[in-house]
């Protein structure tokens, strides 16, 4: 709020996307340890502003679909765009998000916020199958994982440890060691080098294949036939994998006697990146008309009972003006008759 310069004015709404599930409008961040919590009425209080609204960082980016330009998005699969109906959205970057839009009888679009990254991932063939069971070992789960453990920038440098593990011959030890000094960043290095680098390629391949199976899962759950879109910051960096391989499609749509179900839906690899921003302030604009019509409401609300009261006045004083006349008139009429 400072660096926004807001000291003299502040705000009437304030959205915030967070990166966890949403209740009672508080947020436990799920992938910080020590478990950040932050409350929307206690920050009302604590700043002064009328509405703190939280919503899920997933459903803020979900919101920016609807802000979208055709040039900031590529077709992956052309169908038929059915306005009104569901538009989804998968997106993979330090973790995995997924939400859906519906619409209201207006066309006006409302965004649900969903864990889908934390199903549980399945695996496809054997290298996976030791893959699954690799990373239950160093977890130390004894059932199961999230999908975004494999489908996520952290999930894409597992699947390449496993690799180097698992085929000590075929490292680069120049890769290998950037790999390993890049620490939280290490899925930047696979994915730089997954065009030169034989693991890092099989590991972008592996990566791609489950992304393409867990998009076509979402997909069968939400029919989005408004528009199924691929966000986040993995897909744009390596478009290659995506666009000019047969890999990302052939994995979501291999889904037996409902594989034509997915392919009549549109699918559009997002290539810009600040969809969360943008869907956030498209968020607070809706909270500020909101707030804009309701004052406008009970101004005109306002102007009604005045309207009603001056209207009750006059017929008060109508009503006094006739009791006084009725009361006139018989005092005339009695001196009359005398």
Request: hydrophobic share 40%; aromatic share 10%; net charge neutral.
């Amino acid at each position: 709020m400072k660096e926004a310069r807001m000291r003299e004015r502040l705000p009437v709404a304030c959205v915030l996307a967070c990166a966890g599930p949403i209740l009672n409008n508080t947020v436990e961040f799920t992938n910080i340890k020590d478990g950040w919590k932050i409350d929307g009425p206690g920050l009302e209080k604590e700043l002064g502003i009328t509405t703190v609204k939280l919503i899920n960082d997933f459903a803020a980016m979900g919101y920016g679909l609807l802000t979208l330009k055709p040039h900031e998005y590529i077709v992956l699969n052309e169908a038929e765009k059915e306005e009104g109906m569901p538009i989804a959205t998968i997106g993979a970057g330090t973790g995995l998000g997924e939400c859906y839009l519906t619409a209201d009888k207006h066309g006006e679009y409302s965004c649900y916020a969903c864990e889908g990254g934390h199903t549980d991932f399945a695996p496809a063939d054997e290298i996976e199958i030791e893959l699954y069971n690799s990373i239950k070992e160093e977890l130390g789960c004894s059932r199961r994982f999230s999908v975004e453990r494999i489908v996520s920038g952290p999930g894409l440098a597992t699947i390449y440890k496993f690799l180097a593990k698992k085929f000590p011959d075929k490292v680069d030890k120049k890769v290998h060691d950037a790999f390993v000094r890049a620490k939280s960043l290490q899925g930047k290095i696979v994915g730089d080098n997954a065009k030169t680098n034989e693991l890092c390629n099989q590991a972008m391949e592996i990566f791609v294949d489950a992304y393409g199976r867990e998009a076509g899962c979402a997909m069968l759950k939400y029919l989005p036939r408004g528009g199924f879109y691929i966000t986040g910051g993995l897909a744009p960096k390596n478009l290659d994998y995506f666009t000019q391989r047969d890999i990302f499609l052939k994995a979501c749509f291999n889904k037996g006697r409902v594989s034509p179900a997915l392919k009549a839906i549109p699918i559009y690899l997002v290539l810009t990146e600040d969809l969360g921003e943008r869907g956030a302030h498209y968020y607070a604009y809706q909270l500020l008309q909101t707030y804009n019509n309701s004052l406008l409401g009970n101004i005109v609300q306002r102007e009604r009972v005045q309207r009603k009261f001056a209207t009750m006045d006059h017929l008060a004083l109508y009503s006094t003006v006739g009791a006084v006349g009725v009361a006139a008139g018989v005092v005339l009429g009695n001196l009359l008759r005398k």
